[in-house]
């Protein structure tokens, strides 16, 4: 009888494999009502014995029969389905996760093969939250997904379990950087859990469900929102004194840490982290758990300056993290990480290699980005100290590249946490920078430069650049062919997840050398098509970049490189002028279809911002404008490189900081002692002095842009040869009178700064009168705002806006003496309060639509559509405010927007116009463009024209309006 059971197991067994390796497994999942021998054989691949009877009983009366037999199998699977949660919940008590993933699988396959959804969603949890203990991420998240959409489906959005799975799932996306996602997980949570579970259970699911996306509300900067997370979380958890309970209300001080951290409050951060640290020692000692929150104190301790109490803490962290059976990776690469740094602070750093090292492999596997930023970087600051300067330039690239990937994946949230983003990080580029150009000074012409030029690009406008990107792709999107192609390479995607997933869940059985052959011939077929499908997804992205690459740039940014200007985007008469300040030194980049060159000025501290500051005042009347500064100016950021500059030629700046603020055409080329002696006599701005000075407009003819990425952007969009139905749409001279008896009784008629513009609407008419062709002058009541946003490709080859502009202060000031209120507009595209936002003020009476007459520049994102080659904002600060060095958005103003809307070119002025001046200005340019110069050498011969009108040769009067575009 013991001969016959071993033929049947074996006969059974070749005849499953057989029907794998003969079937569509490769495919798709395998199903039990496909494979009628799939129970049985599962059994077996667990050293699970047969149903009793199956081959006939001792005393040979007779096998089961198939509906006995279905029925034994499915009350083994049940059997084994409790018994492998109960392993579970045992191997995760003792934080052995390695045990616990094996009870997941055994649980997964028990489910599978019962075919009961419930059952499948939770065993998916199990085994996911297993792997993610691990620090397996990506193994983990599809088998999660899958989870939570079954368990939502099954239980609802409240369920014990789908909140478990909802914060696996957050946890993840943290962990990853993915900060966006996990902060957003955090809005679809319910008030509270249900389930068949205790109180303290549910109490504990709903408050681990509720700390990633907290955690991840730190990381962007929204404080308030963590804020009143935690407090949610310490009160619903004060009562309560359940070990799961103790978890939560450990990790609820460790965010109260996080945050005063955040908001520089040492003593409170130090405090919270003993208190996380206590609660983690009573409810889990000596565990990973605990670990955790040493690592959370000593990281206070250092950040605050007592890095003595956190060494010794530290050691004891690695040692723990070492013994601890809780295989948590990352856990041990982050207390090596933290020990490395406390080494190098004890000028050990000697000693540090080996931890960071470790610790770097660790981030890797587990694609941990914010921990591979940060060890990346202290790796790269050893090997430059070590003179080892490739592995240096490539350990600080994998840090930039990381940090390029968790921007991208803030796509969505407010501006502010995106910008809160990038001040944590804008440090990581500017030593990066740093690093390159000290190479570059010591081995010039050996790419250093170029690498740096490269870093750079990533610092520059980045909200700005891509939503130009995002604007650009979207024309592409609209490409059917496009979309065919996206779609392929969706289908290669979800074809290589399924061989990973299906990979993930077959069984081991070193026990039966005859079972663990056939899985492994299993297991490399799937390994085989796994490989075939990535190459396919490489081969696909590859066409994608070469076919679409505005909405490759925007999915998958990449940095702006030399080569590529050169090659592709610059023509033979163009030179790029590009800068970045630091603060000692402003290196100039000077880029040309045959030339690459790098010079770095040193100069005083904040000398640069202070100079143009005083520039600016002058430009609006609050002092007398002193030539020195623009001289000064020339020296420190024109004349170095001056002499590689072509005279007359095409100079494309791209500034950084406040020389976004800064009109190059108005600095001052020489300051003799002849014109130092007569400035001493100037008691006006209106003095013929200035015109008589020698500019920069005199020898170069300047455009600008946001960034290096913008410009490549730009130059790969192509250009547009659309049939135009007007020359021009003006819109001129609104009318700032609120129209309502009700608010003119209550005083609120218009703000004190909208001053009619009268002359405004004569310089619409005159512009269009010298263009010729059709024109809409929209004009006084007719100036809506809701026929601005109207506005749609092919209308018009040029828009002109006269009227004021507002900056993000002055709109919100005017908003309250006019007695209005805004709320915030979730539909454009960089989720600004509109309270906040720099606007054009239109008519504010007449047939207004349900508008507010205020065109800002969400309102322009959101609705406006144009292929203009060129938009006139022909009113006070359009180009917005200039910024700090490195990292600031440049041009903030309305380009920014009328560029996404699709815009060619702009013109646009930096400081409050003097409206005669700008008048004249515009017609003069006008009637250059008329005989087809491009919208560059029509400003500069403008210019010009003003400059030697009697009392205009001040630069406040020539100077505020620039061309910004390709």
């Not at 792709?473 to 996206?486: I, M, Q, V, Y």
């Not at 380009?895 to 008048?919: I, K, P």
Request: with cysteine.
């Amino acid at each position: 009888m013991t001969w016959k059971k071993s033929f049947h197991q074996d006969l059974v067994l070749f005849f499953f494999i057989f029907l794998l390796a003969c079937s569509d497994v490769l495919s798709r999942p395998v199903q039990s009502s496909d494979y009628p021998d799939t129970n049985f054989s599962r059994l077996l691949a667990f050293n699970m014995g047969a149903p009793a009877g199956l081959f006939g009983n001792d005393d040979d009366s007779g096998p089961l029969s198939a509906l006995e037999f279905a029925q034994s199998v499915r009350k083994q699977h049940i059997e084994e389905f409790e018994a492998a949660r109960e392993a579970y919940i045992k191997a995760r008590h003792d934080y052995d996760w390695f045990a616990a993933e094996k009870a997941g699988r055994k649980a997964r396959l028990m489910a599978e093969d019962n075919n009961e959804p419930f059952n499948l969603g939770l065993a998916d949890t199990l085994l996911g939250t297993a792997l993610v203990q691990q620090s397996r991420f990506s193994e983990a998240e599809p088998i999660l997904v899958r989870a939570q959409e079954t368990l939502q489906k099954e239980k609802g959005t409240k369920d014990i379990y789908t909140l478990w799975a909802s914060a696996r799932l957050a946890e993840i996306r943290l962990k990853q950087g993915r900060l966006a996602e996990s902060l957003k997980m955090g809005e679809k949570l319910p008030d509270r859990a249900t389930g068949k579970a205790s109180k303290s259970e549910l109490i504990a699911a709903l408050q681990d469900a509720r700390y990633w996306p907290a955690q991840a509300a730190l990381q962007l900067g929204r404080f308030d929102k963590a804020e009143a997370i935690i407090e949610l979380i310490l009160e619903d958890t004060k009562n309560d004194k359940h070990k799961l309970v103790l978890r939560e209300r450990a990790k609820a001080f460790q965010l109260a840490s996080d945050f005063y951290k955040g908001i520089n409050q040492g003593e409170l951060a130090i405090s919270n982290a003993r208190d996380s640290l206590k609660l983690r020692r009573k409810s889990d000692p000596r565990s990973g758990f605990e670990v955790q929150g040493m690592i959370s104190l000593a990281n206070k301790l250092q950040t605050f300056g007592r890095g003595d109490e956190a060494e010794s803490i530290i050691k004891e962290a690695v040692r723990l993290a070492r013994q601890s059976k809780s295989s948590d990776q990352l856990t041990l690469g982050r207390a090596l990480l933290l020990q490395a740094i406390q080494k190098v602070k004890n000028n050990k750093s000697g000693d540090s290699d080996k931890d960071l090292s470790k610790a770097l492999d660790i981030f890797r596997a587990a694609n941990a980005r914010e921990e591979l930023v940060v060890a990346s970087r202290q790796l790269a600051r050893f090997r430059a100290n070590q003179g080892n300067s490739k592995q240096a330039i490539s350990l600080y690239r994998e840090a930039l590249d990381n940090i390029d990937y968790m921007f991208a994946a803030t796509r969505g949230l407010v501006e502010a946490s995106r910008q809160y983003f990038l001040d944590i990080y804008i440090p990581y580029y500017h030593e990066a920078v740093r690093y390159l150009l000290s190479l570059e000074n010591k081995n010039a012409g050996k790419e250093y430069g170029r690498l740096a030029l490269e870093a750079v690009s990533r610092t520059q406008s980045r909200i700005f650049t891509e939503l130009l990107r995002q604007s650009l792709a979207g024309r592409e999107t609209n490409d059917p062919s496009f979309r065919k192609l996206l779609d392929k390479r969706e289908t290669s995607q979800r074809r290589f997840d399924g061989f990973q997933e299906r990979l993930l869940r077959l069984p081991s059985d070193k026990n039966d050398p005859m079972l663990s052959r056939r899985i492994n011939a299993i297991a490399e077929g799937l390994k085989n098509g796994a490989e075939k499908s990535q190459k396919t997804l490489a081969q696909l992205n590859q066409r994608l970049w070469s076919e679409y690459p505005r909405y490759m740039e925007l999915t998958e940014p990449r940095p702006v490189t030399v080569k590529a200007l050169q090659n592709k985007h610059l023509q033979d008469d163009e030179t790029l002028l590009g800068y970045y300040l630091q603060p000692n030194q402003v290196v100039i980049f000077v880029i040309a279809k045959n030339q690459f060159l790098v010079r770095a000025v040193t100069h005083d501290e904040n000398e640069i911002s202070s100079r143009i500051k005083r520039v600016r005042r002058a430009m609006n009347f609050e002092s007398l404008l002193d030539p020195s500064d623009l001289y000064r100016l020339y020296q420190l950021l024109l004349e170095p490189v001056a002499d590689n500059l072509p005279q007359k030629g095409k100079l494309i700046t791209v500034g950084d900081g406040p020389l976004h603020a800064l009109p190059l055409e108005m600095l001052v080329t020489e300051w003799t002692k002849k014109d130092q002696d007569n400035f001493r006599s100037i008691k006006k701005h209106r003095s013929d002095f200035y015109a008589n000075l020698k500019y920069t407009a005199d020898r170069w003819n300047f455009s600008y842009m946001p960034s290096f990425a913008a410009f490549v952007a730009l130059r790969e969009a192509g250009k547009r040869l659309p049939t135009y139905k007007e020359n021009m749409v003006s819109f001129a001279d609104p009318v700032f009178d609120m129209g309502s008896t009700a608010q003119m009784q209550a005083g609120k008629t218009r703000s004190d700064i909208l001053i009619r513009l009268e002359e405004t609407a004569n310089e619409a008419r005159q512009i269009a009168g010298i263009i010729g062709g059709d024109s809409d002058l929209f004009i006084r009541d007719a100036a809506q705002e809701f026929r601005a946003k109207a506005i749609d490709h092919g209308e018009a080859r040029y828009l002109h806006f006269a009227t004021h502009g507002l900056l993000g202060g002055q709109f919100l000031q005017v908003k309250t003496e006019m007695g209005q209120t805004t709320s915030v507009d979730t539909n454009m595209q960089s989720r600004l309060n509109s309270d906040t936002q720099p606007a054009l003020v239109l008519s504010l009476s007449g047939d207004m639509r349900g508008e507010d007459g205020f065109l800002t520049l969400s309102d322009v994102i959101a609705d406006l559509k144009t292929d203009a080659e060129l938009v006139v904002l022909s009113a006070c600060n359009t180009a917005g405010e200039g910024g700090e060095p490195g990292g600031g958005e440049g041009f903030t103003g309305m380009t920014r927007a009328f560029m996404y809307a699709g815009a060619s070119g702009l013109y646009v002025s930096h400081w409050s116009v003097e409206s005669n001046a700008t008048l004249d200005l515009m017609l003069e340019a006008f009637k250059r463009l008329k005989e087809n110069m491009t919208p560059v050498e029509a400003l500069a011969e403008a210019r010009a024209v003003i400059r030697r009108t009697p009392g205009r040769g001040n630069p406040v009067f020539w100077a505020p309006f620039v061309y910004l575009g390709k």
